[in-house]
């Protein structure tokens, strides 16, 4: 079984960084609660403002599928895009490490 990821790079409106961070933090303390969840992490873009990658580790893609179709996934993910101006949502697999 290989390692899977979802990951997502998101653009945050201007002068909403705070904002976007606390909805993220809200959201990825309910991802975490997901069966095969890992834990989630948001990194910001050194040298470009308002420019972030999150990524969180499942122990499977049926696990990540699953929680991507809950239910509840739109209610927890809009306060989050609520505050992002562009969003690209990627689903990464593990091919080397060192």
Request: overall charge negative; hydrophobic content about 40%.
């Given at each position: 079984?290989?390692?899977?990821?979802?990951?997502?790079?998101?653009?945050?409106?201007?002068?909403?960084?705070?904002?976007?961070?606390?909805?993220?933090?809200?959201?990825?303390?309910?991802?975490?609660?997901?069966?095969?969840?890992?834990?989630?992490?948001?990194?910001?873009?050194?040298?470009?403002?308002?420019?972030?990658?999150?990524?969180?580790?499942?122990?499977?893609?049926?696990?990540?599928?699953?929680?991507?179709?809950?239910?509840?996934?739109?209610?927890?993910?809009?306060?989050?895009q609520a505050?992002?101006?562009?969003?690209?949502?990627?689903?990464?697999?593990?091919?080397?490490?060192?």
């Open positions: 079984m290989s390692e899977v990821y979802s990951s997502g790079i998101w653009k945050v409106k201007d002068g909403e960084d705070q904002e976007f961070v606390d909805a993220w933090t809200d959201f990825a303390k309910w991802l975490s609660t997901m069966p095969g969840a890992g834990t989630a992490r948001l990194t910001k873009d050194i040298d470009n403002p308002g420019h972030y990658l999150s990524f969180a580790p499942w122990e499977s893609i049926d696990a990540m599928h699953a929680w991507k179709n809950s239910p509840e996934f739109p209610q927890h993910m809009g306060p989050v505050h992002v101006a562009e969003f690209t949502p990627q689903e990464m697999e593990l091919v080397a490490q060192s």
